[in-house]
């Protein structure tokens, strides 16, 4: 999962959306398979989001900063 933003956190709902995804991933998959990849600090239920450069946000586009973070990872 990745989630990129100038203001360095979460919008309005996006937070309760990262953990409900976070706690229905733990369901699924062990803990140390899940990647969250942020430009700001964040941890919930035992994940711990990668900490990635503003460098690697899209100003075009944001959705299209997938691919540049892949790349860095």
Known sequence: MTYVNSAKKFGENDGKMVEIQIDNSLD???????????NFPFEYNGVRAIFIPDSLCCSVNVKTSKIGIIVYL
């Open 28 to 38: 699924y998959w062990k803990l140390e398979d899940i990647m969250l990849v942020t």
